[in-house]
């Protein structure tokens, strides 16, 4: 089946490309020039993917994916934010804002299609048989869902595959280099500082049911999830 990408970008030239690209690879387009667009299309068919730029008219791209993860409808969506703002503090404003990857203007359309199907495939995570269950805190593998307790935790793509593997390498340390290769794959560049992000995130999306104490650092070495204090 083919998969939906949403492309919000303002400059017709840019998005008729982007199009014309994703289409020659197998892939079903929808477009959107501003936020307000983007809202609308979401509504009517949430997209597997979306491109989102960051320079918007109006609502900026940043603030379009705080207020797309908010949202029930586009919460585990994967986002590209398409950008020509490279700089590492303007990268990880994004992965705070829930951006799952970035593709800094001007890109090539092979390394576009690449990030594309990169993150799509990590966005599906594991095709596991059976639960797997710490404390309260239990994943629901072949429906990719998280429970805490009976209660359904709303959790983004990312920090879903990040407490899979947790889960399943339960108490035992992970440098942050090690998280990169196993949680995103040695072919994928993502910088070391990504995994501090993602890690703060999952906290977060624990912490209102009182299971955050779970994910521990430490010191001098990585992260482990683990039920023991």
């Known amino acids: 089946m083919q998969k939906r990408i949403l492309i919000v970008e303002d400059e017709a030239s840019i998005r008729d490309m982007v ?3 994703l289409r020659k690879a197998d892939m079903a387009v929808a477009q959107a020039a501003d936020a307000r667009e983007a809202l609308v299309a979401i509504a009517d068919a949430p997209p597997d993917l ?6 918007l008219p109006g609502m900026s791209g940043l603030e379009l994916a705080r207020r797309l993860r908010q949202e029930a409808a586009s919460a585990e969506v994967p986002i590209i934010m398409l950008t020509a703002r490279g700089e590492e ?3 990880v404003n994004g992965l705070e804002a829930g951006v799952d990857d970035y593709v800094v203007k001007p890109f090539s359309t092979r390394e576009l299609v690449a990030r594309i199907r990169a993150v799509l495939r990590r966005s599906q995570g594991d095709d596991g048989t059976g639960s797997i269950e710490i404390g309260r805190l239990r994943i629901d593998a072949p429906a990719q869902r998280v429970y805490a307790g009976d209660e359904l935790v709303s959790i983004g793509p990312t920090e ?14 992970y440098s942050r ?7 995103w794959g040695g072919n994928v560049y993502v910088e070391e500082r ?6 703060r995130r999952l906290r977060k999306t624990l912490e209102p049911y009182g299971l955050d104490h779970l994910l521990q650092t430490v ?4 992260y482990r999830l683990s039920a023991k204090a």
């Not at 280099?177 to 949680?183: I, M, N, Y």
């Not at 990504?194 to 890690?199: A, G, L, S």
């Not at 010191?219 to 990585?222: A, E």
């Open 194 to 199: 990504t995994i501090d992000v993602h890690v």
């Open 160 to 173: 879903y595959r990040l407490l899979h593997f947790f889960m399943t390498h339960a108490e035992r340390v």
């Open 177 to 183: 280099a090690q998280l990169l290769d196993h949680v």
């Open 219 to 222: 010191r001098g070495t990585g």
């Open 19 to 21: 199009a014309f690209t």
């Open 50 to 55: 979306i491109l989102l730029d960051w320079m």
């Open 89 to 91: 503090v303007d990268r």
